[in-house]
């Protein structure tokens, strides 16, 4: 089998859930003895041609359309939120040889432009919405487009040319990485096949660390209860809510400790964060990186580093980052929220606060003031991850819908 993976950007030193999704799968179906390989605009990226972990990467020109877009607001929408065409993509998809299907990561014109190349050679194409895509905060989708505020858009007919507002119509099927996306996206297209298909994670890669050197080589101290956050650094991850309870935190243990780490996709915001941390007096009990390599060692070490996870985020799809907590024996608190309640068992491998709460958080950090519910939490998590949240069994999966789009293809000759 031949497919392509498109997505909207794909770059190694700036890293996100999807990315990883995009590169386990893709290295798995090539263990399968399938063919493929990530298509992608050249956004925050330096080359055209990439091999990661084995993966082929091509990436392309693209252009936003419209009139009087700021070269920061271009650079904005690359790292969030933009909705790029691209020329190169569509000459790309068109020649690419022998294609079976076209697995499309990313929606609106780019989106657009695989469904349109997929009905010109009459092969099949999937969707997958990393995203929330039905039930996103309006303040959220408003920061994804106020980059462009001012300029002129003149794109919409480039969309309705590819058919962009097609997409989900005309897709074999639709696959979701939430819960209540699917739920939604099967009531909105209930003759359309709507697969709930999770994360998954590399349990052995995140089974071992050096917990200690992380800490030795950040200035943390050992007999710190150290509670970490992985997630870019964004008002969708709400980091400014560990700065803002951490205070009581300490109050109530004071040996713990803030670690948090992310690429930072809004400045503004991380800049606030630190501010936040400072305006506290709690800079002796917070460490925050930016920019860690995802798929480096470092990470790796700072999961064993920890003592206990955090995703205090305001609205999550699924939560990748709990699977990787798990992996390394973490427990894990995180909003009830999103797609994180139907994985996490609340008590028994994760403890759940309602977002923005501090009182429920406190009230879950209680609970895990103890070292033996940590442990036992931590454990249940881990036997978790590995049996139903490996790659491979995704993966399985994944091949078992492209090999059904393929036998039900209504463009086929």
């Given amino acids: 089998m031949n497919v392509v993976q498109v997505a909207r950007r794909f770059v190694v030193d700036d890293w996100g859930g999807t990315e990883t999704v995009i590169l386990e799968t893709s290295r798995q179906l090539l263990r399968m003895g399938h063919n493929t390989e990530i298509l992608c605009t050249i956004a925050t990226a330096d ?48 020649r690419y040889p022998n294609l079976d299907l076209i697995h499309l990561h990313t929606g609106n014109r780019l989106g657009g432009i695989g469904r349109y190349v997929a009905r010109k050679r009459r092969v099949p194409y999937v969707v997958s919405l990393h995203g929330a895509m039905f039930d996103i905060p309006p303040e959220e989708a408003a920061s994804w487009i106020a980059p462009a505020q001012g300029a002129i858009e003149w794109g919409k007919l480039l969309g309705w040319w590819v058919g962009s507002r097609r997409l989900l119509h005309d897709a074999a099927a639709i696959l979701c990485v939430g819960y209540p996306d699917s739920v939604l996206a099967q009531q909105q297209f209930p003759d359309k096949r709507v697969v709930y298909l999770p994360n998954g994670v590399d349990a052995e890669r995140f089974a071992r660390g050096d917990g200690a050197g992380f800490r030795a080589r950040h200035g943390i101290p050992p007999n710190a209860i150290l509670m970490l956050t992985a997630a870019r650094i964004d008002a969708q991850k709400n980091q400014h809510f560990i700065a803002q309870v951490l205070q009581e935190l300490v109050r109530m243990r004071p040996e713990i400790h803030a670690l948090i780490i992310g690429h930072v996709t809004n400045e503004a915001y991380y800049d606030r964060l630190l501010q936040l941390i400072a305006e506290r007096d709690m800079q002796s009990h917070a460490t925050v990186i930016r920019g860690l390599a995802a798929r480096s060692q470092e990470l790796v070490d700072a999961f064993h580093a920890a003592d206990l996870f955090a995703l205090p985020s305001i609205h999550e799809p699924f939560g990748i980052v709990i699977l990787e907590a798990w992996a390394a024996g973490l427990p894990v608190i995180a909003s009830r929220i999103g797609g994180i309640p139907k994985f996490v068992e609340h008590g028994v491998d994760g403890m759940l606060f309602e977002p923005g709460d501090k009182g429920s958080f406190l009230d879950a950090i209680r609970v895990l003031s103890s070292v033996e519910r940590r442990e036992a939490m931590g454990q249940a998590g881990q036997r978790k991850a590995r049996e139903e949240y490996s790659w491979e069994k995704i993966t399985q999966r994944l091949v078992s819908i492209y090999e059904e789009a393929l036998r039900e293809n209504p463009l086929r000759k």
């Fill in 47 to 94: 080359s055209e041609w990439d091999m990661v972990e084995g993966v082929e990467v091509h990436r392309l020109p693209y252009f936003y359309p419209y009139l009087g877009l700021r070269q920061e607001a271009k650079r904005l929408l690359d790292r969030k939120g933009g909705s790029p065409f691209s020329f190169a993509m569509l000459r790309a998809l068109k």
